[in-house]
């Protein structure tokens, strides 16, 4: 049935000028097998190995982008990974300053290839949350009272950014970082070394 399912769906992006329409299909890798509780096929331990090489591969391999949105193309230019993932990005830059596709707010979730979810979700009817996870965590390395714990659970909002002055030494700080990721790539460009 998944296999069958999954070579009938077409997705029909809607038009765009900059894409056109797009038609979006499963590719050939499919790999969909039974897992049953009586023990006939996948134990536990495979299943949560396999699970668990995904989840890792997806947070390690491709770093999910950077831990900070871009502000600008070259910070994309620039940041730390590979080809495959600074292509994403670019491409999630590229289509977020699109008018058809500002309501994405791709540009915002670039440094995330576009994903703005969490990689593993928790139901309480079918799972569990991440309190009782937080909780058993603690309690499994001995923490579970814990008599002097503070719990600040009233938060307010008292500002952000940058007073003026520490905003202009951040902006000279931020020029010099542009200025030196210019002259590196520069740098590298010709065959020499980035000093």
Not at 9 to 23: D, F, I
Not at 121 to 134: G, P, Q
């Amino acid at each position: 049935m998944v296999r069958a399912s999954a070579r009938r769906v077409l997705v029909h992006t809607p038009y765009s000028a900059a894409v056109g329409e797009l038609k979006l299909r499963w590719g050939a890798q499919l790999d969909a097998r039974p897992l049953r509780a009586d023990g006939d096929g996948p134990d536990d331990d495979a299943v949560a190995a396999y699970v668990a090489k995904y989840v890792t591969k997806g947070a390690t391999e491709t770093g999910a982008g950077t831990d900070h949105p871009p502000a600008t193309r070259h910070d994309i230019e620039s940041a730390p990974v590979s080809e495959h993932v600074r292509t994403r990005m670019s491409t999630c830059w590229r289509l977020g300053g699109l008018p058809e596709y500002q309501h994405l707010r791709l540009r915002a979730w670039t440094h995330t290839l576009g994903y703005r979810g969490h990689i593993l979700a928790k139901f309480r009817a079918y799972s569990t949350t991440y309190a009782a996870l937080r909780a058993e965590r603690a309690h499994h390395v001995g923490h579970a009272d814990l008599p002097d714990a503070i719990t600040e659970r009233h938060w307010r909002y008292v500002g952000s950014g940058h007073t003026p002055g520490a905003a202009l030494i951040a902006a000279g700080i931020a020029e010099d970082i542009d200025r030196n990721r210019v002259v590196a790539r520069d740098s590298l460009r010709a065959g020499g070394d980035a000093v």
